[in-house]
């Protein structure tokens, strides 16, 4: 008779109770959450001075408020905006309206700050509670104070409340109307209103070219040339598997690929598989091989006796910087540069994605991940939103469901919608080995058994980080700067993760700022760098693709061939591919 480990049945159950929960709280785990708020709470109870200190803050803040009060209601009709308790923090962009400076509506967005402002002061700087915990329990607090903003109800909102009076509640028809539509969409699985109107191969993705390889886990792409002659070093683009590649060839006016072609040169690119739970076995060591490996090797035989100019975005980026480091333990690497977008090679400091990451996090999504053998992102979709609560959920609330309006959807926002899926296996590698535990830059993480080192990296670099990611923070980019020992430009755009990478030339409202790190120059802090280094206007493309003609063969050549020697270009699959269209 076979034995049977009763510890594997009761792990089971475990699994499938943590992976029904998953998907009721966006993929965040409650244990993780109820440790940070015991570990505040038991702390703070121990902690006579502090909670002296917080009553002493209570009643001065009461006081001020009350002063606030009298001198609204004695100087009625009168501006009393300059002698207001609090101000809101720069960012904060609820309360700007002239409207907000009227009673009664003063009066609640005075009262809502001095509160929020409160439980600022008793989250924080409570002896003893671990930093994680803390930050953990001070953004999920800021998170739960948002959702009683007076900004985002009818009867506290002057701005709401003009509208519907001006539109004799018309708005607040069409908002449920727009809620239903919401509601009824995401439960069918569609998209967005609006993304019919976007095509991948119709309007999206639209530069032409072939594929010229596949196997389980990519399709490479070659784009076809548009000028007589080409650069003689090819340009191989690693985006992350976690999105569908054409946020690097959206719409034909903001197309990065199409921008490279128009230039001079000959354009490849990786477009992953949506793993199904098939593919829930796929180690991140296949995602080395299989995917930046061969696409290497493909490119190499296309184009052979060329170094090849390597694009990584985002964990696409920490994919590429892992093969090159492998690489470059040998005598002859085919890299021949490096350009990262927003991608971390150092976890250490990896922004405030950090809070839905700790061991108890990981155990859940492993257990979520477990039960269907892949994690959909639309899983960890409400963490992402969280991090920009007021622009992502609060903002529509209001402009969607109060106002009545509907945000026109653009070919970055269709692009956004096409989530992709993690296979478990690689997805929990990444989270313990990169993200929690960092080997990578502490040189413990092993290719194909042996260890790798950003240090071993003797290619120039290109690192591109936004001043606005939540995603990737730059002052995380940035650290690659000196975990390396090679010439690397380090250059900070104006906009967010995705907005501030896709700039095209033209783009109103842009700025970067770059300097170059020889390999002799000391150690700058980013808030040095940031100090002493001049803003230019304009997009950061052309001086990535200045850069790029510095870095190749000076005299162009016929461009090459579609596909390996011996291919016929019409029996290869045109761009976009088969993969890319995966849902």
Not at 93 to 119: G, I, N, V
Not at 495 to 511: D, L, T, Y
Not at 540 to 547: A, G, P, Y
Request: hydrophobic residues 40%.
């Amino acid at each position: 008779m076979e034995h049977r480990d009763p510890s594997k049945s009761v792990n089971t159950l475990d699994r499938i109770i943590h992976a029904a929960e998953g998907k009721i709280t966006a993929g965040i785990s409650p244990t993780s959450m109820m440790l940070a708020y015991i570990d505040w709470a038991i702390h703070l109870a121990n902690s006579p001075g502090k909670q002296g200190e917080l009553i002493k803050k209570a009643m001065k803040k009461n006081s001020r408020f009350l002063n606030y009060v009298v001198k609204c209601l004695t100087h009625l009709g009168n501006d009393v905006d300059n002698q207001r308790c609090i101000e809101p923090l720069p960012q904060d962009k609820r309360f700007e309206s002239d409207a907000w400076k009227r009673l009664p509506f003063s009066l609640y967005a005075q009262s809502f700050l001095l509160t929020q402002q409160w439980w600022h002061n008793a989250i924080t700087g409570v002896n003893g509670v671990s930093k994680h915990h803390e930050n953990v329990v001070s953004f999920t607090t800021r998170q739960l104070l948002d959702v009683i903003s007076p900004s985002n109800f009818l009867l506290t909102n002057p701005d709401l409340l003009k509208v519907t009076e001006q539109e004799g509640g018309q708005n607040l028809v069409r908002g449920m109307q727009n809620l239903l539509e919401d509601w009824g969409r995401s439960s069918r699985g569609e998209g967005p209103v609006g993304i019919e109107a976007f095509k991948i191969g119709g309007n999206l993705a639209t530069t032409p070219g072939k594929v010229v390889y596949s196997n389980h886990l990519i399709e490479l792409i070659q784009y076809s040339p548009t000028t007589d002659k080409v650069y003689a070093e090819p340009i191989l683009f690693v985006p992350a598997w976690i999105m569908k590649y054409y946020i690097m060839d959206l719409s034909e006016h903001n197309s990065m690929v199409k921008f490279l072609v128009d230039n001079g040169y000959t354009v490849f690119m990786i477009s992953w598989k949506n793993p199904t739970e098939e593919d829930r076995d796929l180690t991140l060591e296949n995602y080395i091989d299989l995917g930046v490996g061969h696409a290497l090797e493909q490119v190499s035989s296309i184009i052979p006796n060329k170094k090849i100019h390597t694009v990584g975005y985002c964990l696409g980026g920490t994919l590429l910087t892992l093969v090159a480091a492998a690489l470059a333990k040998e005598d002859n690497s085919i890299i021949g540069s490096i350009t990262l977008f927003a991608a971390q090679t150092d976890f250490s400091e990896a922004g405030e994605l950090m809070l839905f990451i700790d061991h108890s996090q990981v155990a859940y999504l492993e257990d979520m991940m477990w039960e269907q053998g892949y994690l959909d992102t639309k899983q960890m979709k409400g963490a992402f939103q969280l991090l920009r609560s007021n622009d992502l959920i609060w903002s529509r609330v209001l402009h969607d469901y109060l106002l009545g309006q509907r945000a026109p959807m653009n070919d970055l926002m269709a692009w956004n919608s096409d989530a992709t899926r993690m296979p478990y296996k690689m997805h929990s590698e990444y989270l313990e080995q990169l993200f929690m535990n960092n080997d990578f830059s502490e040189h413990r993480y092993k290719v194909h058994g042996k260890p790798v080192s950003l240090g071993d990296i003797d290619c120039p670099l290109f690192v591109v980080g936004a001043e606005k990611d939540h995603v990737a923070p730059w002052k995380s980019v940035y650290k690659i700067k000196h975990l390396t020992r090679t010439e690397v430009i380090f250059l900070l755009t104006s906009g967010g993760h995705n907005a501030g990478i896709i700039s095209e030339p033209g783009h109103p409202n842009r700025h970067y700022r770059v300097s170059l790190k020889k390999k002799s120059d000391k150690y700058l802090s980013p808030d040095k760098w940031l100090e002493s280094t001049g803003v230019k206007e304009g997009s950061w493309w052309l001086e990535w693709e200045r850069w790029l003609v510095s870095k190749n063969e000076a005299e162009k050549v016929a461009p090459p061939k579609m596909g390996i020697k011996g291919s016929v270009a019409k029996s290869l699959i045109d761009a976009p591919g088969h993969y890319v269209l995966e849902h």
